[in-house]
C-alpha cells in the first residue's frame, strides 16, 4: 500500500504543477527586440537619426504643397495638366485624394510616430545622449504638430505609440493641440540638454539646437496670440525669439551675392536655424534621390530651354513666379532693387545671361534665381541633389519678431528687426513700421522658402488674394510674350470656410472613423 | 512552491487516501463472450459499467474483458439489441447473450479526456468505425473521414501516392490553415498520416463547439480523436493482403494532331509550311495515355493480438509499396509501420497503459499543381505532332545539331524523348519534367503516449498520461544539366541540395475523472493541466553550378550519379546553407468538465479549458485564452407522454450546444512583435580623414506590432435531434449549426495615416459557417440476409462576414499564370471565391470574348454607391471582375449499403458534392499549347460564327481564361467502393487451424459522374487554391484483391 501512497501523493502534486509561465517566455532568435533595444548610446542615436530622416523626407512634399497655394507661384510643369496633383493645388481645386497632401500629412504622422518611439522607450535619465533624444522627440514632435495645426486644423493627437484599438482617434482640439505644441517645444528649450552652435561661424552642427527649438516656439506664440485669440502670447513669443536674436550665434549672411545665399557652397551659414543634410558621397548617391530639385528647375528636360552651366540646373519647370510677386517687388523697392534681380530673374535678364528658348512653355517669363539649384549640386537629369533643405534662417525669426514686437507694443524693436533685413537687401532703412510693412517685407524676404501660405492664413489675406487663383495660368512664347490661358475650371480660387484648411487624406478618413472631415470638403 | 500550499496539498492528498484504500481492494475482472441469439459472437458491443465511463467493446470475436468495483452492475448493449444487466461479485468468465429487440442502444463514443455513453452525449459527435476503415485502399486515416460522415469535407491538392487531403470540419473557418485538431490516444499529433488505417478502432469527430471546447485554443476547427487498437482475446494472429492494380481514370479532351494544326493555322501562331517541315503528317501522340501506365499498389499487415482480466497486447507491422501511375518510378510511397500498444493492470489500482507507433516512409513524386508547367499538365498541353521518343536513326536535324553542339538531350532506352518545335514554353515533354531532376525524401517518426491510471476508489480515475513524437526526416535532390528548348528550358550545370532536421514533442497531461450516483443522479467531473513542448531544428545546403555568358562552371567535379554530392562541388560553385536554429514552442493548459443527469432523461454538461501560448504566439498579456462550453440533452422519449409512440419511435433526443474554441491558424513566428530594421542613414556632414563620409544609421520598428493579438475564436451553437425508429432498426441524427469565427489573424492591414507606421498582423475578419446535417442509418436481417444502409447529408453556407476596412478588394489568393488573381477571401463572399470577368458570348463578327461590363453609379456627392450593368465589352477593366463562383461545396453526401448472406458480403460506397464551382486553369495563352476541346470544339470562325467558345486567335483570351467561361459546375458523384467478398465457413477453417478467411474483390474509385471536364473534380486544391484546377495528380482507379486470414 505504501507505494500507492506515494504515487497518488506524486500525482496530486504535479496536477497542480507549479507556474510554467516562465517556459513560456521563448526569446526570439536572430532579430533585434523592440523591448530591449534603446539602451546603448549608440542605440538611442540610431533612433534619433530616424528623425532627422523623416525630416528630410518631408521637403518634397511640403515645400510643394506651400508653394502652390501662395499667390507666389503658379504649379507649372511642361504643360497644363503635367502635374494633376499640382495642378489642382495651384487652383484650389484639390481634395481629400490629392497626392502631396495626402503625403505631406504621412510624413508628419511618421515624424510624430518615431518621436512617439523615443518618448516611450527611452528614458531621459538613462544618460546625456538619451536626455538630449528626449529633448529631440519632443522638439520634432512640436514642430509636426505646428506644421499639422497650421494646415489642417483640428489633426489627431497621436502623443503615444498607438496600439490597434487606438487606431481611430478623433480630432484634437485647438487649446489641446496648441499646448501639446508648446509643451513639447517648452521641454525641449528648458531641457539643458540640446546642442547650441559654438560661435556665429560654426557650421558643424547638423542637430537641432535650442536655439531653433526657441525659434520654433516663438513662431508658435505668434500663431496662438492669434488662434487662441489672447495677446499675451505676442509678448511670449517677442521674448522667446528675443534670445535667439539676442544669442549673437545668429547673423543674416553677407559673405556673398544674396541670390547665392542658399548655395551647398554656403550650407549651413550663419543665418541657418535649421538644414537637413544632403552630402554629394558618390559611394551613396541612392541617398540623394530627391526629385525636389528635378521639379523645381527651369523647364529644359525637353529641350525647352537651353541654359548655359553658369546659371542653373534645369528640370521640369515647376514653382513658375507670378508677375504678382514680380510687381510687389517692382512697387516696394522699384523694378531693379538688388533683392528683386537676387530673387528672381526676368526674361530679358537670363537671356543676356545666354539662356535660350527653343519653344512654347508654361512660363511667366519670371524665373527664381535665390534658392536655384546649380549643375554641381544635382546629378543624373536633377533628379538627385546635395544641397541641403533649409527649414529656417535668421531673417525669419527677425520678422517674426517684429511681427510679435509690433502686436505686444514695441514698434521700437520691430522697426530695428525690420531695417536689419532691409540693411542686407540693401534697402534704406525706415523710420517706422505697420504690419503691412512687416506683411510685404517677409513676403520678398522669404518668398519661395515656404512661409508665405501660412501667413496669409493667419493675416486673413488669403481670400483676397487667392480668390482669383486657379482661373489662367501662363505660355511663353520663345520671344518672351506671354499670354495668360484659361484653366477651364468652373470652380478655383480660395473659398471661404473651406479653404482655411486642407483636407483630411482619404486614406485617414476611410479608416479612422473617428476623425472629421474639415468642412467643404 | 511555497511551503504552506505544499503542506496543504500534502494534507488533501493524506486525507483522500485513507478513504480510498479501503474500497479499492474489492474490485473484480469479469471476462467472457457476448453472442447474439444465434449463438454467433458479437462484435464491438458495449461493456460499460453502469453510471460511469468505465467501459470497453467486444472484439471481432465478441471477447471482452471488464474490471470492476465488486458489487457494480455491467451493463452489455449494441444497435439492435436488447441492453443487458449483469452484477459483478467476483472474478469470473461468463457468456452473455444478446437478445434482438431494440428498446435501448447503448453504445459509447471516446470524447475528450474520457468516454461517455452514446445516449448521454449532448453535443454533436461523428462516429468512424474500424468496419468503415477496413478493406478500403486507403492508405492514411484522414481519407477515411471523406464521405462517411456528415460536416467534415475533404480538400485535396494532390492524390499522388503518399498525399493526403485536407479535412474541413463545418467548413472554412478561417483566412489561415483550418486544419482540425487531431488527438491520437490523447497526443496531439501535427500529422495522423503515418498511422496504418488498420490500426484504428474508431475516429471520433467532434464537431459543435461544446465537445470540442476541451480542447480550448487549437480546437476552432474542430477535433478528430483516434483510438487505435488494443489486444483482445486469448491471441489471436491476423493478416491482411490487399493487392491494387491502378490507372488514370476520368481524363481530359485535348485536340489531336489535325485539330491542333487546324487551330493554330487559324490563330496565326504556325504557318502551313511548319505544318510540312516540323510535323512527318502521321505523328499524333496520346500524351495522357503515354505518360500513364497500370500500376501496382500493395498493402501488408500482421497483427497479433490478446488480452484478458489483467491486461492486453497488440502489435502490428504493416508495409505498403504505392507505385503511382506517372509512368515510370518517380512518383512512389513507401511506408512501413509498427504499433505496440500495451496495458497491464499492475495493481487493482493501477493501471499502465501504452501506445506506441513507429513509422519509416520514403516519397518521390513528380510535378503537379503548378500553371507554369509540371509533368502533369506538360501532358495535357504538349502537342501531338511531337513523338514520345526518337531513335538515334530517325532523331530529325535539328536534334542532331543540339547534340552536335554537345547540349545534354535526355531520355531512355526506347530513344531520346521527342523535343517539340511547337510548343517552346516551359511546360516540356513530360518524361524530361520527370527525369531533369530527382528528389526524394526520408524519414521515420516514434510516436506514442503511455499513462498510468490510479482508481483509489471506484468514483475516481487519476491519470498521468505522457505523449511523444521523435521525428526525424531528410530530403535530397539535384537538378541535371539538360537541354530542351532555348527559350525557357535547358541548364547546362548541376545543382544538388539537401536537407535533414528533425522535431521533438511531448506533453504531459494530468487529470482526475470523477463520478458519483445518488438516488436518479449522476454527476460527474473532471479536472486536469496539460503542458506540451515541440523542439524543432533542421538545417539545409545546396551547390550550384553557372553559366556566365556561356562560360559553364558545372558545379559538380565529375558527371557521374556516384559524385551528385554537396561535398563533390567544384570550388567555384555557388554554396547555400540554412538552417542551424532550434525552435521551441510550448503550451500550458487547465481544463475542466462536470455532468449531471437525471433519470438517464436529462443531461447538463460544461467544460472550461484555458490555454496560455508561448511568446511565440501571442505577446505576454494576450497569452491566456479561455475557451467555456454548456450543452444539454433531453431525451424526451423517456417522458411520460411520449409512452403512446415508444413503439413506433423508441427513441428521441433532443440537443443544444453552444462552446466557444480558439485557432492558433495564423499565429506562431512572433507575427505581433515589432523588430527594429535599418530605416537608412543620415550623414552627419562630416568628412572623415581618408574622404569618406560620416553616417549614422538609423534604427526603428518596421511595423506597429501589435500587443493586442489574440486567438482566432469560434462560437458555435448547435441543435441536434436524435430518433430511433423501428426498434432501433432505422437510426436518424440531425444537427443543426451556425458557426461563428471572429478575431481572424489578417496580414496586410492598411493602418490609418497617424498610426504612422505599417500594421503588424491584426484580428480583423469574421467568417460565419452554417449548415445541416443528416444520418440515416437502415439495418435489417432477414433470414439468413442481413444487410444495412448509411446515409449522409450536409449543407454548408460560408460567408465572410467582416474584414477591415482597409481591405476593400479582400485578400488575395491565387493566380493563374500572369493574368491576375482569381481567388479572393472577401466580406460577404465565400472563404477564397473565384473573381474574375463575367463571360457574355463571343462578338459575332470578330470571334472576340465578350465580357459584361459595369458603370459606377454615384450619387449627388459624386460618391461610388455601386455598380449596374452597362453592356458587353472585349476590353473589361478590373472593375468588370465579379463573384464566379466559390470552390467550397453547398452540400455532400455519402451513401454506404452493406449485404450479407451466408458467407458472402456485398458493400457498395458512393459520396459525392455539389453545389461548388471549379475553375479550369489547364489552358494558356502564352505558347502554342494543346488546349482542352471544351475550348476549341465550339470556337468562333469566319464560317461559324454562332459559336460559344471565342477564335483561336481572339486578342483578349487570356482574359476568357480568368472569366466564367472556363469557370464549370464542380458537383459530382463518385461510386468509392463496390467490393464483394466470401467468407469461408468457420466449421472448415479450423481443420486447418484457421479462425477466419475471407477473400474480397473491389474497384474502388471507379465511377465518376461528373460534368467538369478535368481529370479529378475532387482534387482540385486547398485554401487559397480551392476551386482551381491547374493540373493536379488524379485518383487512380483501381481494381483491388484482397484476404483477411485470422489464426
Not at chain 1, 531653433?212 to 516663438?218: D, E, K, S, V
Not at chain 1, 530679358?348 to 535660350?356: H, I, P, Q, R
Amino acid at each position: 500500500m505504501k507505494t500507492k501512497y506515494i504515487l497518488i501523493a506524486f500525482l496530486t502534486a504535479v496536477l497542480a504543477f507549479s507556474s510554467c509561465n516562465k517556459l513560456l517566455d521563448i526569446p526570439r532568435k536572430a532579430v533585434i527586440d523592440n523591448n530591449t533595444y534603446y539602451k546603448t548610446d549608440e542605440e538611442v542615436e540610431s533612433a534619433v537619426v530616424a528623425m532627422y530622416l523623416d525630416v528630410r523626407g518631408w521637403y518634397y512634399n511640403v515645400m510643394l504643397v506651400k508653394h502652390c497655394l501662395t499667390d507666389d507661384y503658379f504649379s507649372g510643369g511642361a504643360a497644363h495638366g503635367d502635374n494633376v496633383d499640382m495642378d489642382a493645388l495651384g487652383e484650389f481645386a484639390f481634395n481629400s485624394e490629392t497626392g502631396q497632401i495626402q503625403s505631406s500629412f504621412e510624413g508628419y504622422y511618421k515624424l510624430i510616430y518615431h518621436a512617439n518611439v523615443i518618448l516611450g522607450n527611452i528614458d531621459p535619465e538613462q544618460s546625456k545622449a538619451a536626455a538630449r533624444a528626449v529633448a529631440e522627440a519632443h522638439l520634432f514632435r512640436g514642430w509636426a504638430y505646428f506644421e499639422l495645426i497650421t494646415l489642417w486644423g483640428n489633426p489627431p493627437i497621436v502623443d503615444h505609440e498607438l496600439t490597434p484599438s487606438e487606431y481611430q482617434q478623433p480630432n484634437g482640439s485647438t487649446e489641446d493641440l496648441w499646448k501639446l505644441v508648446e509643451d513639447d517645444l517648452t521641454y525641449a528649450v528648458n531641457s539643458g540638454v540640446l546642442v547650441s552652435k559654438t560661435s556665429l561661424n560654426d557650421n558643424t552642427v547638423w542637430r537641432v539646437t535650442k536655439e531653433y527649438g526657441q525659434a520654433l516656439l516663438g513662431k508658435a506664440y505668434l500663431w496662438m496670440a492669434w488662434e487662441l485669440k489672447d495677446n499675451s502670447y505676442y509678448q511670449k513669443s517677442a521674448d522667446m525669439l528675443k534670445n535667439v536674436i539676442n544669442s549673437e550665434l545668429y547673423d543674416l549672411w553677407t559673405a556673398g551675392p544674396y541670390g547665392d545665399m542658399r548655395h551647398m557652397a554656403y550650407a549651413q551659414n550663419c543665418e541657418s536655424l535649421f538644414e537637413s543634410i544632403r552630402i554629394n558621397d558618390l559611394d551613396n548617391q541612392g541617398d540623394n534621390f530627391d526629385f525636389y530639385s528635378a521639379m523645381v528647375g527651369y523647364r529644359s528636360s525637353g529641350s525647352e530651354m537651353t541654359i548655359p552651366e553658369t546659371v542653373a540646373a534645369g528640370g521640369w519647370g515647376f514653382k513658375v513666379p507670378t508677375e504678382d510677386l514680380l510687381n510687389a517687388f517692382v512697387a516696394y523697392e522699384g523694378a531693379d532693387s538688388y533683392r528683386r534681380k537676387e530673387t528672381i530673374k526676368t526674361y530679358d535678364e537670363l537671356k543676356a545671361m545666354g539662356v535660350v528658348w527653343n519653344t512654347l512653355t508654361l512660363s511667366t517669363g519670371i524665373y527664381t534665381w535665390k534658392g536655384r539649384y546649380m549643375p554641381d549640386e544635382v546629378g543624373f537629369m536633377s533628379m538627385l541633389n546635395w544641397k541641403n533643405p533649409l527649414w529656417m534662417r535668421f531673417a525669419e525669426v527677425l520678422l517674426l519678431g517684429a511681427e510679435a514686437n509690433l502686436q505686444a507694443g514695441h514698434p521700437d524693436i520691430a522697426l530695428q528687426y525690420v531695417n536689419r533685413v532691409r540693411t542686407r537687401a540693401q534697402l534704406p532703412a525706415l523710420n517706422g513700421v505697420t504690419l503691412d510693412i512687416i506683411k510685404t517685407e517677409k513676403r520678398l524676404e522669404l518668398c519661395g522658402e515656404g512661409v508665405r501660405y501660412q501667413d496669409l492664413l493667419r493675416w486673413g489675406d488669403a481670400a483676397t488674394l487667392l480668390k482669383n487663383k486657379g482661373d489662367v495660368y501662363p505660355t511663353m512664347e520663345p520671344n518672351g510674350t506671354v499670354k495668360y490661358v484659361s484653366t477651364g475650371r468652373s470652380v478655383y480660387g480660395f473659398k471661404v470656410g473651406k479653404h482655411e484648411h486642407l483636407p483630411y487624406p482619404f486614406t485617414e478618413t476611410s479608416l479612422n472613423k473617428a476623425i472629421k472631415q474639415n468642412p467643404g470638403y | 512552491m511555497r511551503k504552506s500550499l505544499l503542506m496543504k496539498m500534502t494534507t488533501i492528498a493524506l486525507s483522500l487516501l485513507v478513504g480510498w484504500s479501503l474500497a479499492a481492494q474489492q474490485r473484480v475482472t469479469i471476462s467472457g463472450v457476448v453472442t447474439d441469439d444465434q449463438n454467433e459472437p458479437m462484435i464491438a458491443a458495449g461493456v460499460v459499467q453502469k453510471g460511469t465511463t468505465n467501459g470497453t467493446i467486444t472484439d471481432l470475436d465478441g471477447n471482452f474483458t471488464l474490471t470492476v468495483p465488486a458489487g457494480s452492475v455491467i451493463e452489455f448493449s449494441s444497435v439492435g439489441y436488447v441492453t443487458q444487466e449483469y452484477v459483478a461479485t467476483k472474478t469470473e468468465t461468463i457468456t452473455i447473450k444478446m437478445l434482438t429487440d431494440t428498446q435501448m442502444i447503448e453504445e459509447t463514443v471516446v470524447v475528450g479526456y474520457g468516454v461517455q455513453k452514446k445516449s448521454d452525449v449532448t453535443g454533436a459527435i461523428s462516429q468512424v468505425k474500424s468496419e468503415d476503415i477496413q478493406n478500403r485502399t486507403i492508405t492514411s486515416p484522414e481519407q477515411a473521414l471523406g464521405g462517411k460522415t456528415a460536416g467534415v469535407q475533404a480538400f485535396a491538392s494532390s492524390a499522388a501516392p503518399g498525399s493526403t487531403p485536407a479535412i474541413r470540419i463545418r467548413g472554412i473557418s478561417s483566412n489561415n490553415d483550418a486544419n482540425p485538431l487531431y488527438v491520437v490516444d490523447g497526443r496531439i499529433a501535427s500529422s495522423i498520416a503515418g498511422i496504418d488505417p488498420n490500426d484504428i478502432e474508431s475516429m471520433e469527430v467532434l464537431k459543435d463547439g461544446a465537445s470540442a471546447a476541451i480542447y480550448g485554443a487549437q480546437a476552432g476547427n474542430g477535433v478528430v480523436l483516434i483510438t487505435t487498437r488494443r489486444g483482445k482475446g486469448d491471441g489471436k494472429i491476423s493478416y491482411s493482403f490487399q493487392l491494387s492494380s491502378q490507372r488514370l481514370g476520368m481524363t481530359p479532351q485535348v485536340m489531336n494532331s489535325e485539330e491542333f494544326l487546324q487551330y493554330y493555322l487559324e490563330k496565326g501562331s504556325i504557318s502551313i509550311n511548319d505544318v510540312y517541315t516540323k510535323w512527318d503528317q502521321k505523328t499524333n501522340t496520346d500524351w495522357l495515355k503515354e505518360s500513364y501506365e497500370n500500376s501496382i499498389m500493395h498493402h501488408h499487415n500482421l497483427t497479433f493480438s490478446a488480452g484478458n482480466d489483467r491486461g492486453n497486447l497488440y502489435i502490428s507491422g504493416s508495409y505498403l509499396d504505392n507505385n503511382g501511375m506517372f509512368k515510370g518510378d518517380a512518383d512512389v510511397y513507401q511506408r512501413i509501420t509498427g504499433m505496440v500498444n500495451g496495458s497491464w493492470k499492475f495493481k487493482s489500482w493501477l493501471e499502465v497503459q501504452t501506445n506506441n507507433q513507429v513509422e519509416y516512409y520514403k516519397s518521390r513524386n513528380v510535378s503537379e499543381g503548378s500553371d507554369y508547367g509540371s509533368a502533369v499538365l506538360a501532358a495535357l498541353q504538349l502537342d501531338p505532332m511531337t513523338p514520345v521518343y526518337y531513335t538515334e536513326e530517325n532523331l530529325p536535324d535539328f536534334m542532331r545539331q543540339y547534340i552536335a553542339e554537345g547540349k545534354v538531350l535526355l531520355g531512355n532506352e526506347n530513344g531520346y524523348y521527342g523535343i517539340s518545335q511547337f510548343n517552346l514554353s516551359e511546360n516540356v515533354h513530360p518524361f524530361v519534367q520527370r527525369d531533369r531532376s530527382y528528389s526524394v525524401s526520408k524519414g521515420f517518426n516514434i510516436n506514442g503516449s503511455t499513462a498510468i491510471n490510479l482508481r483509489p476508489i471506484p468514483e475516481l480515475t487519476i491519470t498521468s498520461r505522457l505523449g511523444y513524437r521523435f521525428n526525424s526526416y531528410d530530403s535530397y535532390g539535384y537538378n541535371h544539366d539538360y537541354y530542351y528548348n532555348e527559350g525557357y528550358a535547358k541548364q547546362y550545370y548541376m545543382s544538388v541540395n539537401a536537407t535533414s532536421g528533425n522535431n521533438i514533442y511531448y506533453q504531459w497531461e494530468n487529470f482526475v475523472n470523477w463520478m458519483h450516483q445518488f438516488g436518479k443522479h449522476n454527476v460527474s467531473a473532471m479536472a486536469g493541466v496539460s503542458y506540451s513542448q515541440n523542439r524543432s531544428y533542421s538545417t539545409s545546403a545546396g551547390i550550384s553550378g553557372s553559366d556566365t555568358g556561356g562560360v559553364i562552371d558545372f558545379g559538380i567535379k565529375r558527371d557521374d550519379p556516384l559524385f551528385y554530392y554537396i561535398s563533390q562541388a567544384t570550388p567555384t560553385a555557388t554554396k547555400s546553407a540554412g538552417g542551424g536554429q532550434e525552435n521551441y514552442s510550448r503550451k500550458y493548459s487547465y481544463f475542466g468538465r462536470i455532468g449531471w443527469s437525471y433519470l438517464n432523461r436529462y443531461n447538463v454538461q460544461a467544460t472550461f479549458r484555458a490555454d496560455a501560448a508561448d511568446l511565440s504566439v501571442l505577446p505576454k498579456p494576450m497569452r491566456w485564452g479561455y475557451f467555456p462550453s454548456v450543452s444539454a440533452g433531453w431525451t424526451f422519449s423517456e417522458e411520460n407522454f411520449f409512452s403512446g409512440i415508444k413503439n413506433a419511435v423508441n427513441f428521441a433526443k433532443l440537443r443544444v450546444s453552444w462552446g466557444q474554441n480558439g485557432s492558433i491558424a495564423g499565429l506562431g513566428n512572433y507575427s505581433y512583435s515589432n523588430d527594429i530594421v535599418s530605416l537608412g542613414q543620415y550623414p552627419t556632414g562630416v568628412q572623415n580623414s581618408d574622404g569618406s563620409w560620416q553616417y549614422i544609421i538609423a534604427y526603428g520598428p518596421s511595423v506597429a506590432g501589435n500587443q493586442e493579438l489574440k486567438w482566432e475564436t469560434s462560437e458555435q451553437f448547435n441543435v441536434g435531434v436524435d430518433l430511433r425508429f423501428l426498434r432501433d432498426r432505422l437510426s436518424v441524427t440531425f444537427d443543426w449549426f451556425d458557426k461563428m469565427t471572429k478575431d481572424l489573424i489578417v496580414t496586410g492591414v492598411t493602418t490609418s495615416t497617424i498610426v504612422g507606421v505599417g500594421a503588424s498582423p491584426m484580428n480583423a475578419g469574421n467568417i460565419d459557417n452554417q449548415g445541416i446535417e443528416l444520418e440515416v442509418r437502415w439495418k435489417d436481417q432477414v433470414g439468413d440476409f442481413f444487410y444495412s444502409i448509411a446515409g449522409n447529408f450536409s449543407t454548408l453556407r460560408n460567408r465572410v462576414t467582416y474584414l477591415h476596412p482597409s481591405l476593400k478588394d479582400g485578400l488575395p489568393g491565387t493566380g493563374v499564370r500572369n493574368y491576375g488573381t482569381i481567388t479572393r477571401f472577401e466580406k460577404g463572399y465565400p472563404a477564397w471565391h473565384l473573381y474574375g470577368y463575367e463571360y457574355a458570348g463571343v462578338e459575332t463578327t470578330t470571334g472576340e470574348a465578350l465580357f459584361n461590363h459595369y458603370e459606377p453609379v454615384t450619387d449627388e456627392a459624386g460618391t461610388v454607391t455601386g455598380y449596374e450593368l452597362a453592356g458587353t465589352t472585349t476590353d473589361p477593366a478590373d472593375s468588370d471582375k465579379r463573384h464566379l463562383g466559390s470552390g467550397i461545396p453547398t452540400m455532400n453526401y455519402g451513401l454506404t449499403f452493406n449485404a450479407g448472406w451466408k458467407g458472402i458480403d456485398f458493400l457498395l460506397f458512393v459520396s459525392g458534392a455539389s453545389g461548388h464551382q471549379i475553375m479550369n486553369a489547364l489552358n494558356n495563352i502564352d505558347y502554342t499549347s494543346n488546349r482542352l476541346t471544351v475550348l476549341t470544339k465550339d470556337r468562333w470562325t469566319p464560317e461559324h460564327t454562332n459559336a460559344t467558345v471565342p477564335a483561336a486567335g481572339a486578342a483578349n483570351f487570356a482574359k476568357y481564361l480568368t472569366s466564367n467561361g472556363v469557370v464549370y459546375d464542380g458537383s459530382y458523384m463518385k461510386i468509392k467502393q463496390i467490393q464483394l467478398g466470401y467468407s469461408f465457413p468457420k466449421n472448415l477453417l479450423r481443420k486447418i487451424l484457421i479462425d477466419q478467411l475471407r477473400l474480397y474483390v473491389s474497384l474502388d474509385d471507379w465511377f465518376t459522374f461528373t460534368k467538369y471536364p478535368g481529370f479529378d473534380p475532387e482534387i482540385v486544391g486547398v485554401g487559397a487554391n480551392m476551386g482551381v484546377d491547374k493540373g493536379n495528380y488524379p485518383t487512380s482507379r483501381k481494381m483491388v484483391f484482397g484476404v483477411n486470414i485470422t489464426f
